[in-house]
């Protein structure tokens, strides 16, 4: 298929007038060039109201209004990326994503061979071709690394310090229906914490085009190579919010559906989209102000909860503790509404706790070490 992953456009972001009763959302709507070679608690910062590649000022006042008294949750992100530069890994964890992408481009509109993990989880053809091209760019320069991929398990020495997390093609089932919101997702953990992340999210129907998330701890999260920031919304009836449903309808499941009933009543609504690393992306870059689940596994959620915090959201369990990405629950946000969200969700999982629901870690690696 001839379809183009990157699109070479110089023009400058642009951010929408939006009326000041209504919370401001960040929009980079243009794609750019990405180079590569083939070998919290945080607080929040200022967005610029003046574009360096544009010549008009921009009105962007309701953007850079601050959030006063915002509680800090515990950073998840890595100290740093370990012996490895940022620059160097980065560029292969988005190379490795770009080759999973391309993989995925070239099955859309294709049949598909599909096949089940269970009743209803769909796993495809293209879904293991995705992983295998991630693989051998991982392999071609890191042999020495650990993979959790979400298709073919534990590859790799236990005792490297690096974890990469993959998720081949995340969203399964929207690409198996041509639903669009589907990505591949690539997150990599230094001693436990996630280090650096790729999402290559794909378009729909008539647009297929591709937009690239990428964070590296310390260094910002980004969109097309420009930083993004959530959006500073702090009252819930004025947040879009996302949550997600395992395929096992059990207590957590039910509990879930609960909270998704009472936050559609509390707020502008509740989506759920069926992919956890575009519904972080979408966090992370003000388009949706939070969203949680239950029962996430590491491939899942390793690049998407670095992107946000990243980008100056927030990050913690769904009972409101620290976060590592071998939980069981997950809730991120804009960091404006994360303790009035929790004021609901934690007691919810608490009670879960309470009858027994495991919430210990897992799919950890045995014998993985980490600072945890």
Same mark, same amino acid.
């Given at each position: 298929?001839?379809?183009?992953?990157?699109?070479?456009?110089?023009?400058?972001?642009?951010?929408?007038?939006?009326?000041?009763?209504?919370?401001?959302?960040?929009?980079? &709507? =243009?794609? +750019?060039?990405? #180079?590569?070679? !083939? @070998? /919290?608690?945080?607080?929040?910062?200022?967005?610029?109201?003046?574009?360096?590649?544009?010549?008009?000022?921009?009105?962007?006042?309701?953007?850079?209004?601050?959030?006063? &008294? =915002?509680? +800090?949750?515990? #950073?998840?992100? !890595? @100290? /740093?990326?370990?012996?490895?530069?940022?620059?160097?890994?980065?560029?292969?964890?988005?190379?490795?994503?770009?080759?999973?992408?391309?993989?995925?481009?070239?099955?859309? &509109?294709?049949?598909?061979?599909?096949?089940?993990?269970?009743?209803?989880?769909?796993?495809?053809?293209?879904?293991?071709?995705?992983?295998?091209?991630?693989?051998?760019?991982?392999?071609?320069?890191?042999?020495?690394?650990?993979?959790?991929?979400?298709?073919?398990?534990?590859?790799?020495?236990?005792?490297?310090?690096?974890?990469?997390?993959?998720?081949?093609?995340?969203?399964?089932?929207?690409?198996?229906?041509?639903?669009?919101?589907?990505?591949?997702?690539?997150?990599?953990?230094?001693?436990?914490?996630?280090?650096?992340?790729?999402?290559?999210?794909?378009?729909?129907?008539?647009?297929?085009?591709?937009?690239?998330?990428?964070?590296?701890?310390?260094?910002?999260?980004?969109?097309?190579?420009?930083?993004?920031?959530?959006?500073?919304?702090?009252?819930?009836?004025?947040?879009?919010?996302?949550?997600?449903?395992?395929?096992?309808?059990?207590?957590?499941?039910?509990?879930?559906?609960?909270?998704?009933?009472?936050?559609?009543?509390?707020?502008?609504?509740?989506?759920?989209?069926?992919?956890?690393?575009?519904?972080?992306?979408?966090?992370?870059?003000?388009?949706?102000?939070?969203?949680?689940?239950?029962?996430?596994?590491?491939?899942?959620?390793?690049?998407?909860?670095?992107?946000?915090?990243?980008?100056?959201?927030?990050?913690?369990?769904?009972?409101?503790?620290?976060?590592?990405?071998?939980?069981?629950?997950?809730?991120?946000?804009?960091?404006?509404?994360?303790?009035?969200?929790?004021?609901?969700?934690?007691?919810?999982?608490?009670?879960?706790?309470?009858?027994?629901?495991?919430?210990?870690?897992?799919?950890?690696?045995?014998?993985?070490?980490?600072?945890?």
């Amino acid at each position: 298929m001839e379809r183009s992953l990157v699109f070479s456009t110089n023009i400058p972001l642009r951010f929408s007038r939006t009326p000041r009763s209504i919370s401001p959302r960040f929009h980079p &709507n =243009q794609y +750019q060039p990405h #180079k590569f070679s !083939a @070998k /919290s608690s945080t607080g929040y910062r200022k967005v610029g109201i003046f574009n360096t590649n544009s010549k008009r000022k921009l009105c962007t006042r309701a953007l850079i209004s601050e959030v006063s &008294n =915002q509680r +800090q949750y515990p #950073k998840v992100a !890595a @100290k /740093s990326t370990g012996p490895i530069p940022p620059s160097q890994l980065i560029e292969v964890v988005e190379t490795a994503a770009k080759t999973g992408a391309e993989v995925v481009m070239d099955a859309v &509109n294709k049949p598909r061979n599909i096949t089940y993990k269970g009743l209803t989880d769909l796993v495809t053809d293209t879904d293991k071709m995705s992983e295998v091209a991630i693989l051998d760019v991982v392999k071609n320069n890191f042999g020495d690394h650990l993979i959790l991929g979400e298709e073919g398990g534990i590859i790799g020495d236990t005792s490297s310090g690096y974890l990469w997390c993959i998720d081949p093609l995340d969203g399964t089932t929207n690409f198996a229906h041509c639903y669009p919101s589907f990505a591949v997702s690539v997150g990599v953990l230094f001693q436990g914490n996630p280090a650096a992340a790729a999402v290559e999210f794909v378009g729909g129907p008539m647009c297929w085009n591709t937009r690239t998330f990428t964070a590296t701890a310390g260094g910002g999260a980004f969109c097309n190579g420009q930083k993004i920031h959530p959006s500073k919304t702090d009252k819930v009836e004025q947040s879009l919010l996302v949550t997600g449903f395992g395929y096992d309808h059990d207590d957590a499941w039910i509990t879930n559906i609960e909270l998704f009933k009472e936050f559609t009543d509390i707020s502008r609504g509740v989506r759920r989209l069926g992919a956890a690393a575009v519904d972080m992306c979408h966090v992370a870059l003000g388009v949706a102000e939070a969203y949680w689940e239950y029962r996430l596994k590491p491939w899942d959620m390793a690049a998407g909860v670095l992107i946000v915090e990243e980008a100056g959201g927030a990050v913690t369990r769904m009972d409101g503790g620290k976060f590592c990405v071998f939980d069981r629950s997950v809730l991120v946000s804009n960091g404006a509404v994360h303790a009035k969200l929790l004021e609901r969700i934690a007691p919810a999982t608490e009670k879960l706790k309470s009858k027994g629901i495991d919430f210990s870690f897992w799919y950890k690696p045995e014998n993985y070490v980490t600072d945890l």
